[in-house]
């Protein structure tokens, strides 16, 4: 039952069993320690609280799927057990969850939850503030390289990009005026040379009115 708890509670991130308590995992952010310049994981952190009134609504159905067992049998199983782990618990034995830790009973007679340690997945990485023109390792794709590097090539992509249009503008200028130079060659230079020089022919309106 413990590995189905804490199967559920992982998903889940909160958990109520009667007579147990409360329990719920609380992801904490990644961490910047500005003393020792160190960045520090993002870590789950579980909370326990010795007073819980009721079940988890859907960890019945949760079991029984897993189970293979109807909802009604399932809870009856978690009651069940509950009541076994706290009677066990008074006796001053521990109720261990498998991967995140235990219950058990303090000097005074009061349950908590003791967190198991574990391996830590992520370690601190050094932070160092970087000024805005210091040179700094950046990593563009698979390759490292510096801030420096990256600055120069997209000052010489943008330079290289106003020489293109450069070019362009050039050839276009150049094919303009080799049209000018032909059409004047072939056309000689006068208003009907540049203008339009189809002619139309206007027939005289007709009378608007009769002489008598």
């Known amino acids: 039952m413990q590995a ?5 509670l992982i998903q889940k991130k909160e958990c109520d069993l009667p007579l147990l308590g409360h329990f719920r995992i609380k992801t904490k952010p990644a961490d910047l320690e500005k003393t020792n310049k160190q960045i520090f994981p993002p870590t789950d952190e579980i909370l326990y609280s010795e ?22 049998e399932a809870e009856e199983k978690i009651n069940s057990w509950c009541t076994y782990a706290k009677e066990k618990i008074d006796l001053g034995e521990k109720i261990i969850f498998e991967s995140i830790g ?23 990485v050094p932070a160092e503030r970087v ?11 698979d390759i490292e390289t510096t801030s420096a590097v990256m600055t120069e090539f997209y000052s010489q992509e943008k330079i290289r990009k106003l020489e293109w249009w450069k ?21 000689k230079f006068s208003e009907t040379g540049i203008g339009n020089r189809a002619s139309f022919s206007t027939p005289p ?8």
């Open 131 to 141: 000024q805005k023109n210091d040179e700094h390792s950046v990593l563009v794709g």
């Open 205 to 212: 309106p007709p009378a608007s009115y009769r002489t008598p």
């Open 4 to 8: 189905l708890i804490t199967s559920y």
């Open 102 to 124: 235990s219950l058990q009973k303090d000097g005074v007679g009061n349950i908590f939850f003791q967190r198991q340690k574990g391996f830590n997945f992520y370690e601190p």
């Open 167 to 187: 070019i362009w503008a050039f050839v276009l200028l150049a094919a303009s005026l080799l049209f000018l130079v032909f059409h004047f060659y072939t056309h």
């Open 51 to 72: 007073f819980s009134a009721k079940l988890s609504a859907d960890l019945p159905t949760y079991i029984s799927v897993l189970e293979n067992i109807t909802p009604v």
